[in-house]
């Protein structure tokens, strides 16, 4: 098989863009399959950072073609805003072509955004406020607007009208807001339909096309499997799938055309918002691996939670994945610490528990069952290969791979791609 999906095995942001980037070099293509641009990819190209939202991470290698496939909710203004800013650099960029089944984000989906999450006052559950969920709201409401609803303008204008009709109405009638100025949109997104048109495609049959003729197509998504709607710790989830059978419903192939999944995580766990977090550090531990690994959100600058690697999280994502290979990422913050832990299972209520809990309050009660390792005090970012590691560093990449049964294929050792440890050959 030629499709490689790579997904985050904990609740986003561990790294995901950089060993995408890595990847996308040996790849012809590279589908991005569901949220939206309330994602955030960092990636790091010749000692600079590029923040990526919504466009797929290969874009930074000229030669490969990137998707933007159906399953993503698209946001045209912040899709050219990321293109303007990367053409502006003089970066070279590879193609990029998008889902004419994509649903569109509007300006009411990221006010209604906000206003949802403020009438939830205490029980608010950390979005972005980028619209997404109100989005993918109408989506399953079978009531939003495509990419390929564009193609008509009349048409367009007379179906974006009615909706923005409806939404004033339901933000006069439930929060007293005031309405949004119809025309202006109409007008705003007209334009970007025509901007827009040499981007779309039926990508569907561009990523079953690539995959019959035997090319290399990476998945990507956003977020991480602990925000999947279904199997994440709900309600603190996104609206989407961002686990490999997700990536092949958004990308519009069939589930077994993905061969191989490399489930990126932390060397340690972090999470953005509420909800429960089994091995957080709420102490002066905490505040210095956030320090080390600069651990602040990409798409809203808030300060993640940061704690000790939770190898039931790993394990339960390994499970709902399918994961054949894990890519971890940081292990050069931990360095300087005397001793490490790595949870390798719960205690709820006196008792060890099996799986990983379905309800938030169960997952509130259960306590991290930790293994200590040794830490180690040299300074890593510089090796780059597995023997060149000190003897605790690679004792700690092996404890692991004992805890989440899954073999660490690549190791990254610092932000750039030339800091990247090939344990096992990806993606060959």
């Known amino acids: ?57 290969g874009v930074l290698n000229e030669n ?112 007293g807001a005031p309405p949004l100025d119809g025309e202006g949109i109409v007008g705003q997104y007209l334009g970007y339909a025509e901007r827009l048109r040499p981007f779309v495609r039926d990508t569907g049959l561009l990523v079953h096309e690539a995959l019959m003729a035997g090319r290399k197509v990476l998945f990507e998504g956003a977020q991480g499997s602990m925000l999947d709607i279904d199997l994440g710790t709900y309600p603190y989830v996104t609206s989407s799938h961002p686990v490999s059978g997700g990536f092949a419903t958004g990308a519009g192939i069939g589930a077994g055309l993905i061969g191989e999944v490399i489930g990126v995580t932390k060397a340690y766990t972090t999470r953005v918002g509420k909800g429960p977090f089994v091995t957080e550090l709420a102490d002066g531990t905490g505040d210095r691996i956030r320090e080390i690994g600069h651990e602040y959100g990409a798409t809203t600058g808030r300060p993640r939670r940061c704690g000790w690697f939770d190898g039931v999280v790993v394990r339960y994502s390994a499970r709902a994945n399918n994961t054949s290979g894990l890519a971890l990422t940081l ?77 660490v294929k690549i190791v990254s050792v610092g932000p750039d791609r030339e800091q990247t440890i090939v344990r096992s050959e990806v993606f060959a």
């Open 1 to 57: 098989m030629s499709g490689l999906a790579v997904i985050g095995s904990q609740w986003g942001d561990e790294g995901k863009g950089k060993i995408i980037d890595y990847l996308a070099g040996k790849a012809d293509m590279v589908v991005r399959s569901q949220g939206g641009s309330n994602a955030g990819h960092t990636v790091a190209v010749n000692g600079r950072k590029h923040a990526l939202h919504l466009i797929p991470s």
């Open 64 to 175: 490969t073609v990137n998707i933007v496939g159906n399953g993503v909710v698209f946001d045209p203004e912040g899709f050219f805003a990321e293109m303007d800013a990367l053409e502006s650099e003089g970066i070279p960029l590879g193609a990029v072509f998008v889902s004419d089944r994509a649903h569109l984000v509007f300006p009411y989906h990221r006010l209604l955004d906000g206003l949802y999450e403020k009438a939830r006052g205490e029980g608010d559950i950390g979005t972005t406020g980028k619209g997404i969920g109100p989005a993918y709201m109408d989506k399953i409401e079978r009531s939003g607007l495509r990419v390929c609803d564009m193609e008509d303008a009349s048409s367009f204008r007379s179906r974006l009208e009615a909706q923005i009709e409806r939404k004033n109405l339901v933000m006069e009638r439930l929060f």
């Open 331 to 407: 292990l050069d913050v931990l360095g300087g610490f005397d001793e490490l832990r790595l949870c390798k299972g719960y205690v709820r209520r006196g008792k060890r528990i099996e799986g990983f809990p379905a309800s938030v309050d169960a997952l509130a009660e259960c306590e991290p069952e930790y293994e200590v390792l040794p830490g180690w005090k040299s300074d890593i970012s510089g090796c780059r290969d597995f023997d060149g590691l000190p003897e605790n560093a690679k004792g700690y990449v092996r404890a692991v791979e004992g805890i989440t049964g899954v073999p």
